[in-house]
């Protein structure tokens, strides 16, 4: 059954959309990940506009995230203070970002951008999970046990200044760090199309030592407003959210999120982690071959509207 | 003359059944018209060289021979579906135009002395290409130029080839052909030369060619009789809303004689028109619509599977 897609203007059929939507969902319930990383290469890929395929992916990610954000916030798992700062910096990014988005589809090289960055992305954190669950589980083999990572009490974020303190995460840092870091985060999303939990976690647990179980719900929190904010701008800006389209990746992501997480908790952890690694990999590597690769058309053309 | 039209009209509805029924009515409508002047034999109709050659030096220009006897054809045409609706579901739409040419001199649909083109065009739109090419081994968009005017939609269907029909020059006057769609360059384009302007035009063609908005069928136009004649169009559902020109020439021997042009509306329509408009005249709140859309969904979702393993 088809259907036209009003923003994206493309008929395509309805059961390909939502069948996206839930084989990345259950990877991403599977994995505990947003999922936006891998949504957005697949929309492109489909043939939905780049900008359209970064808009909408901005829709379907505040759906996600929603829900897990308000669990957290039942678990009292939210560092408002934290979550306040980095959202104040995400949207500020978001802004920027989107305006960008804007500037590059101007000038003809928003596809060419895109794709540049979701390689360098993906080809690099693919990689480091790639090594890090080789490595585990060589350990795991060979016995020996996990080196535990030794904590510097005191790192460079520390010795910055407008230091505040944290209450829910037991810190007492700058402001600074995180200001930035939901800056960067909300770039990303407004560029790209992701929510931005892979990095922002691990910067959260290794760079500001927030406790682990409030970077979860913290970057939930963020991510939901930034990316309801994103949709927001792009919506504005670039006329690239086609509700529609969101509309059917959401309800393919629900049903294949709660699979996923089902047949997440059966395979284990460094297994795990490798697969989605490899994943990662594949899809970057794609992307990079359609930028090498010769070109069946050099042309494309852009509609400007009526004449 | 108001008579005749009318008659005419009515004629037209009864070939209008006649063409969408799949031509079992002709022979009854034909029966309907009325009896036009029993066409010459071909081998009569051009003057002769040695007649035409030397014209009295002082006289007016001279009417063709043939006129005072001959009333000259002309052609006439309508669609099958002035309004198509785009929605939900549209997945492309078929369109046959008919028409019939007044006064035809063909003794049968087999005769082949008119050829007729029709061309449909969507509403001209702006639009950007641009060119690839190798940088450091990525393929990366190095030039484009603006198209200010290029129709958005282009569709041939004639009784044969094009370059059987009619001159290059006729057909250029008329803009018929894919060589010939009439597009504008933006003024930035000026600095072109004939043969980048040729490239470009062409890479337009190849790609809305691609898309199936432009599309030839060089033996689509079928005459199911002595003067009516149909053929069949299709629009993909990637097809731009707006106005659309139906055109249809008449040729005889290369000749122009007669043209034709009728109007056809592609309008969104339901929910697809709704979102469009929504999207384009309300941005902010269609932004804000979309993520309660979402937020909605997704809490919705929580709340079932939570139940659910309650």
Do not use: C
């Not at chain 2, 980048?196 to 060089?218: G, H, P």
């Amino acid at each position: 059954m088809n259907i036209y897609l009003p923003i994206a203007e493309m008929s395509a059929n309805l059961f390909l959309f939502i069948g996206m939507g839930a084989s990345v969902g259950f990877l991403s319930g599977m994995f505990g990940v947003g999922g936006g990383f891998l949504m957005t290469p697949l929309l492109i890929f489909v043939g939905v506009p780049s900008a359209v395929a970064v808009g909408t992916e901005a829709a379907q990610i505040v759906a996600s995230s929603v829900s897990g954000a308000l669990a957290q916030w039942r678990r009292r798992n939210i560092d408002f203070k934290m979550g306040t700062i980095l959202l104040a910096g995400g949207i500020f990014g978001s802004v920027f970002g989107v305006e960008a988005v804007k500037a590059l589809r101007r000038v003809g090289q928003f596809d060419l951008f895109v794709i540049l960055s979701y390689v360098a992305m993906l080809g690099v954190i693919g990689t480091l999970m790639m090594i890090e669950s080789i490595n585990t589980i060589r350990q795991a083999q060979s016995g020996a046990a996990t080196a535990i990572r030794q904590r510097g009490q005191h790192n460079w974020v520390h010795r910055l200044p407008l230091k505040m303190r944290f209450h829910r995460s037991k810190l007492y840092i700058s402001a600074i760090p995180p200001l930035m870091l939901g800056i960067f985060v909300g770039f990303l999303a407004g560029i790209m199309g992701v929510g931005g939990g892979f990095i922002m976690v691990p910067a959260m647990i290794y760079l500001l030592k927030v406790p682990t179980n409030v970077v979860v719900g913290t970057s939930l929190f963020q991510i939901t407003f930034v990316t309801a904010a994103t949709t927001i701008l792009h919506a504005t800006q670039n006329h690239t959210v086609d509700a529609t389209l969101a509309l059917l990746l959401i309800v393919g992501g629900v049903i294949g999120a709660q699979f996923g997480a089902l047949a997440g908790q059966r395979l284990r952890g460094e297994q795990l982690r490798f697969l989605l690694a490899a994943i990662v990999l594949l899809v970057a590597l794609r992307l990079a071959w359609s930028l090498v690769a010769h070109p069946d058309e050099l042309f494309s053309l852009t509609a400007l509207g009526r004449s | 003359m108001g008579v005749g039209r009318l008659m005419h009209r009515w004629t037209l509805a009864v070939l209008a059944i006649a063409a969408l029924t799949g031509g079992t009515l002709v022979g009854a409508a034909e029966a309907q018209r009325p009896t036009p002047p029993q066409p010459p034999p071909a081998s009569e109709q051009p003057a002769s060289p040695a007649q035409a050659a030397p014209p009295p030096p002082s006289a007016p220009p001279a009417p063709a021979p043939e006129a005072p006897s001959l009333p000259r054809e002309t052609v006439h045409a309508d669609v099958s579906t002035r309004r198509i609706a785009v929605t939900s579901t549209f997945s492309g739409t078929g369109i046959i135009v008919f028409g019939a040419v007044d006064n035809s001199r063909q003794t049968s649909a087999e005769s082949g002395l008119y050829d007729i083109v029709i061309v449909i065009s969507g509403a001209p739109t702006r639009l950007v290409a641009r060119k690839k090419s190798n940088v450091g081994g990525l393929w990366i968009n190095t030039s484009s130029t603006t198209f200010t005017s290029v129709p958005s939609y282009y569709a041939i269907s004639s009784t044969r080839p094009l370059d059987e029909i009619a001159s290059d020059d006729v057909l250029k006057s008329s803009g018929i052909g894919f060589d010939f769609v009439p597009m504008t360059f933006h003024r930035s384009a000026r600095a072109l030369t004939a043969a980048e302007i040729k490239e470009w035009r062409d890479a337009v063609v190849r790609l809305k060619q691609r898309d199936r908005l432009y599309q030839q069928d060089e033996y689509g136009v079928a005459f199911v009789g002595r003067s009516l004649f149909r053929a069949a169009f299709d629009m993909p559902a990637t097809v731009t809303v707006g106005a659309f020109e139906t055109r249809v020439y008449l040729f005889r021997d290369g000749e122009l004689l007669s043209t034709y042009t009728t109007k056809l509306d592609l309008e969104r329509e339901g929910l697809e028109h709704l979102i469009h408009r929504f999207a384009f005249d309300h941005s902010f709140l269609y932004g804000v619509f979309t993520v309660l859309i979402a937020v909605g969904a997704g809490m919705l979702a929580s709340y079932v599977f939570n139940r659910n393993k309650a």
